[in-house]
């Protein structure tokens, strides 16, 4: 069933239950995202796509690419609130990773310039989570996750240990927003590349990432064009 919104002034019919973000998308709004991706579940973990709505009577912010678009909902993407707390998280995520481009750039597009809180330690990570859940939920491997808690936070393999389920497929390193997992190569075995995230090492590539030769990575093709066409004939 669908449902009519009113974002930004411009009235919308998105489905019932899907996110603000779907509203936005349909209304042609930018909203800006970190951990959010259309073919992943929602995690709402940065908060950056925060919005203000109006429902119920009651005024607050909620993050759009989780939150349920419901009948009669007003949606403003863009109040000084909306943009105050952008700018706030921005900076925050700053103190952690001051030397991320992305970061930067969007701190300069919110008219903000380097942090006002103090960096403990540079970091690459913006903890969103999208190479554990793509690795998870596209991949079907699982190979990484979230460990820790606070500022030790980290993208890690179980224990910390070269992974024996990682297929060495890449999708992590694309999918990663900040550049921080990398293909390296091998010192002594230079054909040899592995994937690097920190102190975390995952399997070397079978097939020393010669892609177009590799039986893997068409069968992941593959899988993941068949995910897209499910994805797509739900309707999303
Ligand atoms: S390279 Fe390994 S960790 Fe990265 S997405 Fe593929 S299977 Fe997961
Ligand atoms: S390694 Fe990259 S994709 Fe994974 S959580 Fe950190 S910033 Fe996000
Ligand atoms: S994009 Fe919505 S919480 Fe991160």
Redesign the pocket.
Known sequence: MKVSVIIDGQMVQIEQGAPIIDAAKKAGIFIPT??YHEALKPYGSCCLCIVEVIQDGQRRLVTSCNFPAAVGMEIFTNTARVRQSRRMIVELLLVR?PD?PLLQTMAKQMGTGLSRFKTREAN?????????R?CEEVVGVGA?G?ANRGVDR??ATPFKMASDVCIGCGS?TY???????KMVSDRKTPNLRSLK?GNCSLVPCPNSYQCETCQIEQEFFKDIKRVIAEFRSKGQ
């Open positions: 970190l951990c990773c991320v690459e990570c913006i903890l969103c989570g999208l190479c554990v793509f990484i979230l980290e993208v992590c999918i990663c927003p900040t550049g921080c997992i995230m």
